[in-house]
């Protein structure tokens, strides 16, 4: 017989046909598009879009960038999550709301204000011009706009978790004598590791994924200050549509791992919160 | 004075935090609130009511409003399912809600101008029926629907998960039909969550660049939206009149959030 808080078994299969329909139109659609199209006349020109000199120095490049941005923002994100967590001070709830806003900024937003601080007409933008270092159509422009798109993924995951589990264990190794790196190496770090880790890795996809705000920031300069968005964008404004969905399946493939390794690391996570 | 803490580390931790916040966040973004007035208040104000500027702060705003409108039933049919059922490949589709997360941008605006061209996979059909998606608003809207579907269903998800059976199984001892009981116990559990989903995939729909710039097709007075006019003003060195429009995306979209929460705590209030 069938539970009072069930639906009947043709509505819960209807509901389920519909449910995975709609992903399946909606999400693997596409991204199965992105592949056929890479692959439209066969692996070799796929490959050979890939080994093009411009589309290795993008793929370099998108690399240093992630490669420079997702450590500051570990760092400062691992900052904030144990002063904010585990501490009460004046302005915590406003570091917190600070904290999130670049998630409500348009990324074209974020590349323009580090062209209104930077650019040749910037406030600062001159004065560094003449001192030979150039931020905007340059790496620290890609860096900065890349750091600014990310900013709030390592503190936003972390802070929760950290709440929930409370300074008690922290607490206890202080009353100990531990110092503060060894309370953090110790104590902390075990106890949000998985979370960590999974907050890196959704950083460093949005970083190697940016579009809008490294996109203002660039200046498009082929093989000097493109990133493989900004590439994929290029080649496809030349109507070579094999080379720009190779690149961009390239960059697919790297959300598919991200999600794959997401999954992975939220189950090793939940996991250890039931043992514990 | 303030009692010394047992812990140590907030001076530091602290000061790295604000340092990192001040010199990514709020330096550049001060430049965005100090530099419109460079025009003056009528050159600003002449800046952003062009007739341009209007129809893609119009374009911009309304397919972010819709498509979160059209993500709302669609969320909530993933989420239902997901948390409810147990099905073959569940784990996999609750892991492929987030793909409009994880997938860069420009990829998914590639992907989804490939699949609505209308020599796509469904453009062409979407063609023989008489719709056009690619290359016009709609095509925003369905840009915009993309990026903004896993808030919804991660906002639901967890409230979903918390709420449990047993309210529903008091409104079925009541006599409660089974849609009853769902549209009066279930979905008023929903509401806000719902509403915080809403708000989410609207404020990243209203800024979105580069999942639409490839699909909208970027006629201007049509199918241009506000950030791409940014960039066209950034082209051509109007950097008053970049932050001049950026300025007000932003207060406008700030604006609209705040009213939202504000009818949210209403509503929220109303139930009590």
């Known amino acids: 017989m069938r539970r009072a808080t069930e639906e009947p078994a043709w509505l819960r299969w209807l509901l389920c046909l519909a449910a995975v329909g709609l992903l399946a139109l909606f999400l693997a659609l596409p991204l199965a598009a992105v592949f056929t199209e890479a692959l439209r006349r066969g692996i070799g020109p796929a490959l050979a879009a890939l080994e093009d000199p411009d589309a290795v120095a993008a793929i370099g490049l998108t690399l240093l960038v992630a490669a420079i941005a997702v450590p500051v923002n570990l760092v400062g994100g691992v900052a904030a999550a144990w002063a904010i967590a585990q501490f009460d001070f004046p302005g915590r709830r406003l570091l917190t709301v600070l904290i ?47 750091i600014f798109v990310t900013f709030p993924f390592v503190a936003r995951t972390l802070i929760p978790l950290m709440q929930a589990q409370g300074r008690a264990e922290a607490e206890a190794a202080a009353t100990l004598g531990a110092s503060g790196w060894q309370i953090f190496r110790r104590v902390t770090l075990p106890n949000i590791r998985w979370a960590l880790l999974s907050g890196v890795l959704l950083c460093n996809a949005r970083a190697m994924g940016e579009f809008g705000a490294v996109s203002v920031v660039s200046g498009h300069v082929r093989g000097e200050t493109n990133t493989m968005p900004l590439h994929v964008e290029i080649l496809y404004n030349e109507y070579q549509f094999v080379g720009a969905f190779a690149v961009a399946a390239l960059l697919a493939l790297l959300a598919l791992v991200t999600l794959g390794a997401k999954a992975v690391l939220e189950r090793m996570g939940g996991r250890r919160l039931e043992s514990a | 004075m303030r009692r010394r803490d047992a812990l140590p580390g907030l001076g530091l931790t602290l000061g790295i935090t604000w340092l990192w916040l001040g010199l990514i966040v709020l330096v550049p973004l001060s430049a965005l609130a100090i530099r419109p007035w460079e025009l003056g208040l009528a050159g600003v104000w002449a800046s952003v009511t062009e007739p341009r500027v209007l129809a893609s702060l119009r374009l911009s705003f309304g397919a972010a409003l819709l498509a979160a409108l059209v993500d709302l039933p669609l969320g909530l049919l993933v989420a239902w399912v997901v948390v409810r059922y147990r099905f073959p490949g569940r784990r996999l589709l609750d892991a492929a809600i987030d793909l409009p997360f994880a997938l860069p941008t420009a990829v998914a605006g590639l992907a989804l101008t490939a699949l609505y061209a209308p020599n796509g996979w469904l453009g062409a059909p979407l063609a023989a029926m008489g719709v056009t998606v690619a290359f016009t608003p709609l095509g925003v809207v369905v840009a915009l629907a993309f990026v903004g579907l896993p808030f919804i269903v991660r906002m639901v998800e967890p409230v979903l998960r918390d709420l449990g059976p047993e309210a529903e199984e008091a409104a079925a001892t009541l006599g409660a039909t089974r849609w009853q009981a769902w549209r009066l116990v279930v979905l008023p559990a929903l509401g806000p969550a719902l509403a915080s989903g809403l708000a989410l995939a609207f404020a990243r729909a209203v800024g979105e660049y580069g999942s639409v710039i490839f699909i909208a097709g970027n006629r201007p007075m049509e199918s241009e939206i506000a950030p791409l006019l940014i960039v066209a003003r950034l082209e051509q060195y109007d950097y008053a009149g970049a932050a001049a429009l950026g300025l007000a995306m932003l207060l406008l979209s700030f604006a609209l959030l705040l009213a939202f929460g504000l009818v949210q705590r209403w509503l929220r209030r109303g139930m009590a």
């Open chain 1, 100 to 146: 999130e806003l670049p998630f409500s900024v348009s990324p074209v937003i974020s590349g323009l204000v580090y062209v209104l601080v930077f650019g040749a007409q910037g406030w600062l933008g001159p004065w560094l011009e003449t001192r030979g270092l150039q931020v905007i159509f340059a790496l620290p422009g890609l860096v900065l706009a890349t």
